[in-house]
């Protein structure tokens, strides 16, 4: 009976220690999920044990389209989600994406869209129910292409492009059949030949496996956003204890520093793995990189211009935007706020 009683005063009763489902589309062994790791385990030791999370792979509970909605119902505690993906709801957030010209680094990306998320209360508002726990940038991609290699821009004409939302009119213009689809996806329609390629960045070869069923990687420098990336339902979020609100709080940043971190690991990787497979690497002309980043910055304009049919006034987050990045890629604030 001591012995029961001792051990029970050094560990936290069952009753204390409170479990969060945690869900993602990815396997264990992704960059995002061992960042994702990291996370729970600062959760765990930060809480003394008494807030643990359960994690649940590869697509079990949480799909890449209605991963927000499947969260605010409860489907699982914890998840990633996908702003970018979803066709309703979340038109500022999809679109702001494309805002990122002159940004390089994954700080870089997270410091503007936080910029711009505190200018607006648009942002706020489509995130209604979620309490967001991770704001996610990425390495900047190119162009991966299955059969033929790029040399210039007027070589992707005709060709069937996976590509995020904000490149899809880019894109078009350049006379390319672009698509969106969840990156879940992309390898098989590769494989299939339902795509000739995708906007992607090097680490893909290896995480992705993309080096299994591709051959070309153009060097175009391709802007890459940011968003909210891992979120729990606000009902939830509203159960939980003070001191289990401030461990998550400050996990904020420590899984945002995971994320930068097994990213750059993964670009690494991913070069290692085309450089085995013998993808073959081609540079564009500098003549086209112009072209192509004043096209992105035309129709990002357009972009955030159209949102004004739903009520969004884009223009100002965009002009955000353009006012806080500087011209060595580094981001200060500009602009209005609310």
Not at 30 to 58: C, E, Y
Not at 94 to 99: K, P
Not at 141 to 168: F, N, W, Y
Not at 211 to 238: D, F, K, N
């Amino acid at each position: 009976m001591v012995l029961l009683a001792l051990m029970a005063c050094g560990a936290p009763q069952d009753d204390a220690v409170v479990e969060l489902v945690y869900a993602t589309p990815y396997s264990p062994n992704h960059p995002f999920s061992l960042a994702d790791q990291q996370w729970m385990k600062f959760v765990h030791d930060r809480s003394g044990g008494t807030l643990r999370i359960k994690p649940n792979w590869s697509g079990a509970l949480l799909s890449s389209e209605h991963s927000m909605v499947e969260l605010r119902h409860g489907v699982a505690d914890i998840g990633l989600i996908t702003p970018i993906y979803v066709k309703g709801g979340a038109h500022l957030i999809r679109l702001q994406s494309g805002f990122y010209s002159g940004t390089t680094s994954f700080e870089q990306q997270v410091a503007l869209y936080r910029c711009m998320a505190a200018s607006s209360p648009q942002f706020a508002h489509e995130l209604q129910g979620l309490k967001i726990l991770a704001i996610q940038g990425g390495p900047l991609p190119g162009i991966v292409t299955t059969h033929k290699p790029l040399h210039s821009l007027d070589d992707i004409q005709g060709m069937r492009i996976r590509a995020p939302t904000e490149l899809l009119n880019v894109l078009k213009r350049l006379g390319a059949d672009p698509v969106n689809m969840p990156m879940g996806e992309v390898y098989s329609a590769l494989a299939k030949g339902v795509l000739d390629g995708v906007i992607a960045p090097m680490d893909t070869f290896r995480s992705l496996h993309f080096a299994e069923v591709t051959h070309y990687y153009a060097g175009l420098i391709v802007p890459r956003g940011a968003y909210p990336a891992r979120a729990m339902s606000e009902q939830r979020w509203s159960l939980l204890s003070p001191e289990h609100r401030a461990v998550l709080e400050e996990g904020i940043a420590v899984w945002e520093a995971a994320l930068a971190r097994q990213t750059e690991i993964a670009l690494v990787a991913g070069e290692q793995a085309a450089e085995a497979a013998k993808i073959e690497f081609t540079a564009l002309p500098a003549a086209d990189q112009t072209r192509f980043d004043d096209l992105y910055l035309e129709l990002a304009r357009g972009n955030a211009s159209s949102l004004s049919r739903y009520g969004i006034d884009g223009l100002a987050v965009f002009s955000v935007a353009r006012a806080s990045v500087q011209p060595d890629g580094t981001v200060s604030c500009r602009g209005g706020s609310h």
